[in-house]
């Protein structure tokens, strides 16, 4: 089984900086692309970042230029670095690996990690 560990959340004060990891355990195959959401307390889980196999990366419009996705191997790892946060950026951020093949055959599935808080100071 497919699972996804985020990390690197925590408590910052309005225009720091962080850099949240999302570790894959288990095999990919095959995946759609990586993503991370983010989630407020008493709203909508939103989409922040896309990144696919081959590098490209997609953003959502508001957050584009202070956040950036990446990773060594978007297969294992994908990371979220974010600067100049504001405190509407605060939630909870989650790793999601949309259809993902496991073997050469079967249903792709999509997997979301537990999520890592953060937290920006007004």
């Known amino acids: 089984q497919v699972q996804l560990v985020e990390s690197g959340g925590g408590f910052v004060q309005t225009g720091g900086s962080l850099r949240l990891s999302c570790t894959v355990s288990g095999s990919i195959r095959f995946v759609n692309y990586m993503a991370w959401y983010r989630q407020a307390p008493g709203k909508e889980r939103e989409l922040v970042a896309i990144?696919?196999?081959?590098?490209?990366?997609t953003y959502e419009d508001s957050l584009k230029g202070r956040f950036t996705i990446s990773g060594d191997n978007v297969k294992t790892a994908v990371y979220l670095d974010m600067r100049d946060l504001k405190p509407e950026d605060t939630g909870v951020y989650y790793c999601?690996?949309?259809?993902?093949?496991?073997?050469?055959?079967?249903?792709?599935?999509?997997?979301w990690g537990q999520g890592t808080q953060v937290t920006v100071s007004s």
């Open positions: 999601h690996a949309n259809k993902v093949l496991q073997a050469a055959s079967g249903p792709p599935l999509n997997y």
């Open positions: 990144i696919t196999t081959a590098g490209r990366t």
